[in-house]
T-cell receptor
Framework: SQQGEEDPQALSIQEGENATMNCSYKTSINNLQWYRQNSGRGLVHLILIRSNEREKHSGRLRVTLDTSKKSSSLLITASRAADTASYFCAPSNDMRFGAGTRLTVKP | DAGVTQSPTHLIKTRGQQVTLRCSPKSGHDTVSWYQQALGQGPQFIFQYYEEEERQRGNFPDRFSGHQFPNYSSELNVNALLLGDSALYLC?????????????FGPGTRLTVL
C-alpha cells in the first residue's frame, strides 16, 4: 500500500498560473520529500520539509506540512511549460509513493 | 560530485531470461534502494540495501534479488522474467546517518520484456 498519496491525479493550467497539489500520508514522519519526474526519467528531488516545519520555500516552490492532518501541499507559482511533469511525495522514513499528480502547463 | 548512476539505460529481454541492473550511489551515500515503476504509476519499492544486507523489502517475489558491494554500489537481479516485469527500474541512494535522509534517484533503466 502507498504511503504518500497525491491529489489531484491530473492538473492542467495555463502558463503563469499557480499549481497546487496535495499529499496525504498514513504514519508519523521524520520529514517528507517532494519529487518531480519528467516523462520516463528518474525522480528529481525538489524539496524536503521536516516534521517540525510548517512551511518551506525554494524559488517558485512553497511546501506546507500539517502533521495533525498528515498532509502536505506543494504550490508552484508562476508556472512555466517546463514545469509539466509528474509530482510525487513520500515520507523519508517510508518511501512508498502514490501515483503522483500529473501537471500539464499549457503555453 | 557524481550523482546516482545506473546502467544500462535500456534493456530488452525475452520471457524466462534473467537480467542484472546496476547502480552506483551518489558520492558519500551508503544506502541504496530499488524501485519498479510501471507506465503511468508511481515507483513501487522493491528493497533497500545497507551494509551489504537487505534491510527492507517491498511486496515483490523472490525472483527479485539484489546485492550491495563494499563500495556501496548495488545490483538488482530479476530471474525468470515475465512480460509484467517491463518497467522503469529506479535506484535511489541516501546516507543512513544523515539527519535529512534525502533520497536521490538515478535516471533509471528501462527494461522491456518481450
Amino acid at each position: 500500500s502507498q504511503q504518500g498519496e497525491e491529489d489531484p491525479q491530473a492538473l492542467s493550467i495555463q502558463e503563469g498560473e499557480n499549481a497546487t497539489m496535495n499529499c496525504s500520508y498514513k504514519t508519523s514522519i521524520n520529514n517528507l520529500q517532494w519529487y518531480r519526474q519528467n516523462s520516463g526519467r528518474g525522480l528529481v528531488h525538489l524539496i524536503l520539509i521536516r516534521s517540525n516545519e510548517r512551511e518551506k520555500h525554494s524559488g517558485r516552490l512553497r511546501v506546507t506540512l500539517d502533521t495533525s492532518k498528515k498532509s502536505s501541499s506543494l504550490l508552484i507559482t508562476a508556472s512555466r511549460a517546463a514545469d509539466t511533469a509528474s509530482y510525487f511525495c513520500a515520507p523519508s522514513n517510508d518511501m512508498r509513493f502514490g501515483a503522483g499528480t500529473r501537471l500539464t502547463v499549457k503555453p | 560530485d557524481a550523482g546516482v548512476t545506473q546502467s544500462p539505460t535500456h534493456l530488452i529481454k525475452t520471457r524466462g531470461q534473467q537480467v542484472t541492473l546496476r547502480c552506483s550511489p551518489k558520492s558519500g551515500h551508503d544506502t541504496v534502494s530499488w524501485y519498479q515503476q510501471a507506465l503511468g504509476q508511481g515507483p513501487q519499492f522493491i528493497f533497500q540495501y545497507y551494509e551489504e544486507e537487505e534491510r527492507q523489502r517491498g511486496n515483490f517475489p523472490d525472483r527479485f534479488s539484489g546485492h550491495q558491494f563494499p563500495n556501496y554500489s548495488s545490483e538488482l537481479n530479476v530471474n525468470a522474467l515475465l512480460l509484467g516485469d517491463s518497467a522503469l527500474y529506479l535506484c535511489a541512494s541516501s546516507l543512513e546517518t544523515g539527519s535529512r535522509n534525502e533520497q536521490f534517484f538515478g535516471p533509471g533503466t528501462r527494461l522491456t520484456v518481450l
